[in-house]
């Protein structure tokens, strides 16, 4: 059973980072992409970042520069370094999974992706 688990969430001040985890189970990230959206009160869920199966990362304008995405395939997990975060980075943050089918694909696009985990929230705040 394709299962995705974030982690990592929290409470950190403006300026401040955070790192956050999406422990994977029941398939291969040698196949997978995996995206990180976000969603805060009131708004539409949005695309913030995503690596393909063979290691392309996309990220969104708003994130550029201060988020990085990585993972390790062999730990079967994936990562959302998140640096100078912002009180507009407050949300609930999912990971999801899409097997890459090799072809071009709107990665910020939420029904995209066919597996999501449960979010883990992280609120940026003085």
């Known amino acids: 059973q394709l299962q995705l688990v974030e982690s990592g969430g929290g409470f950190v001040q403006p300026g401040g980072s955070l790192r956050l985890s999406c422990a994977t189970s029941g398939f291969s990230l040698d196949f997978y992409a995996i995206a990180w959206f976000r969603q805060a009160p009131g708004k539409e869920r949005e695309g913030v970042s995503c690596i393909s199966s063979d290691g392309f990362t996309f990220y969104s304008d708003s994130v550029k520069g201060r988020f990085t995405i990585s993972k390790d395939n062999a730990k079967k997990m994936v990562y959302l370094e998140m640096n100078s975060l912002k009180p507009e980075d407050t949300a609930v943050y999912y990971c999801?999974?899409?097997?890459?089918?090799?072809?071009?694909?709107?990665?910020?696009?939420?029904?995209?992706?066919?597996?999501w985990g449960q979010g883990t929230q992280v609120t940026v705040s003085s």
């Open positions: 999801a999974a899409r097997y890459d089918y090799g072809g071009r694909f709107s990665w910020s696009t939420a029904g995209e992706y066919s597996h």
